[in-house]
């Protein structure tokens, strides 16, 4: 498969990507990860191809007071393997080990995975785990949007056209009670239910939970009614809570690309916030 024609424009700064990405027909390129394959298959014919790879500042990974900030740029290895990332959110560095292939985390960026809004993207799990923020920037300025009122639904967040997503903030989530977990078909492949849970927990009670559930619905998002049933209970007892039943249902399945009923996916989001949930309090019971 070949791509139709494009003018591909490298940009050196951020003002001329943002007046290049202004023009008619003109998209951003980051990893080429997601881009490139619907271009060979003609899914997509853009004017203009402008590569934002040569502007390092959208790349950087810094600690801040609440947390972290990660330029649009990071490639999903340096997340996964960064040390900041590991000890202020580390259910960041474990989501992003999650991400497909080797060559893929290598190429692939963290503002390229938000900006596609796939509904099974790890990384924008646990963003919306975090309550996270998205800086945004277009030819006429900056913006900041919740990750709530960004990712409504698949294929479909708050980009206007020509804006490029330039970073993410993220509240730390550095306490040791978290966990990561995802059900593929096979290995490697996009999930078809994953969670992330973050619980903070004081003198052995869970004083805050943040609970999210990817793959099944239309993007990721916070189970409240999960995270209801944990705050309060002593840790020790949070994988015998029922979050399983909490979670099948308040689960909205999307429709499946691959047919499964909607009652088995709405099994499959109970399974992956079972397990996230025990994960969390086996780790915290360990620290
Ligand atoms: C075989 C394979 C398996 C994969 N498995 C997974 C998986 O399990 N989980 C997962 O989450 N992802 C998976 N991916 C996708 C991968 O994570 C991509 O890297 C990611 O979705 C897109 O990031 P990118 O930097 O490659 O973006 P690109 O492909 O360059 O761009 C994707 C889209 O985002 C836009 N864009 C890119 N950067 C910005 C920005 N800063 N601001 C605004 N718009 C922007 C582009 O214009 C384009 O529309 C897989 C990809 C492949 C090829």
Known sequence: MKPPPFTYLRARTLEEA???????????????QTLIPLLNFGDLAP???VDINALPALGAIEETPEGL??????RHAQVESSPVVRRRCPPLAAAARLVAHPPVRARGTFGGSLAHGHPCAELTAVVAAAGGQIELRGAHGSRTVDHTAFA?????????PGELITGVRLPAMDGAAWGVHEITRRTREYAMAGAVAALAVDRGVIARARV???GVEAAPRRIGTVEELL???????AASIAVADAARDAAVPRDDPDGDSPDYRRHLAGVA?????AEAVDRGAHT
Do not use: K, M, Y
């Not at 943002?18 to 980051?30: E, F, P, W």
């Not at 916030?273 to 949930?277: E, L, P, Q, T």
């Open 69 to 74: 900030a990660v330029g649009a740029l990071a």
């Open 231 to 237: 705050v309060g209970a002593p840790l020790v007892d």
């Open 152 to 160: 409504h639904g698949t294929f479909d967040r708050a980009l206007a």
């Open 18 to 32: 943002l007046d290049a990405l202004a023009q008619q027909g003109a998209v951003a390129l980051a990893g080429g």
């Open 212 to 214: 999210a559930l990817f």
């Open 47 to 49: 004017a203009t191809l």
């Open 273 to 277: 916030i079972g397990r996230a949930v």
